[in-house]
């Protein structure tokens, strides 16, 4: 794997800017991949690594630009939780560890670069030397991945009777006798403005 700095770098790229965020998730993922035993996640050991992350925010780009997973090639998932941290599995044995950002890193943050006064850019600085224990918490954890949410081709693809969609993966519910897309469930998160559909439903 390339060097800490190296792999900052392109996290930087990637995620637009540097931040405390690019620095926990790329030295997280670094010491997650070292306890699960996964040492090259982008060549020979892209096919055993799996990611959860529990948090949409800065960090979460740093651990998908080190590790090559992503929601697209369905390796990485979010789970919704507003925790800093993630779980990282090695499939082919079935190691894995969740990893959480300690929150007391904010503070003991001030102890390594005391000199500089910006909060933000002080934790930056610190959080590059600052020993893992102090960043975050390591739990060994078992995690079951339902097939429906592995990597490959779906398993079945059924159509909405209420709405139409297609839906892949396993995710459409039973509702009143149904089958129906998890927006027609009730988790629709949108409204179709009248006279922009395209297509009539069915
Ligand atoms: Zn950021
Ligand atoms: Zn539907």
Request: neutral net charge; proline residues 4%; contains cysteine.
């Amino acid at each position: 794997m390339e060097t800490f700095e190296e792999l900052l770098a392109e996290s930087t790229r990637i995620h637009g800017h540097i931040c405390a965020g690019q620095v926990i998730g790329v030295r997280m993922t670094i010491a997650a991949l070292e306890r699960i035993g996964i040492r090259d996640p982008k060549g020979a050991d892209r096919k055993k690594l799996y990611v959860m992350v529990e948090i949409d925010r800065c960090a979460t780009d740093a651990i998908q630009s080190v590790t090559g997973c992503s929601l697209g090639k369905r390796t990485l998932r979010w789970f919704d939780f507003g925790i800093m941290a993630a779980t990282f599995v090695n499939l082919e044995t079935g190691r894995a560890v969740r990893v959480v950002a300690r929150e007391e890193a904010r503070d003991l943050s001030a102890e390594y670069c005391p000199e500089i006064e910006d909060k933000y850019r002080r934790q930056l600085e610190a959080y590059r030397v600052m020993p893992l224990t102090e960043l975050f918490s390591f739990q060994e954890v078992g995690v079951q991945i339902p097939v429906s949410d592995m990597p490959g081709r779906p398993i079945r693809r059924v159509q909405c009777s209420q709405c139409g969609d297609w839906v892949q993966d396993c995710r459409e519910q039973q509702l009143d006798g149904g089958t129906v897309c998890r927006a027609c469930a009730g988790l629709r998160y949108y409204t179709v403005l009248p006279g922009t559909s395209s297509t009539s439903p069915i």
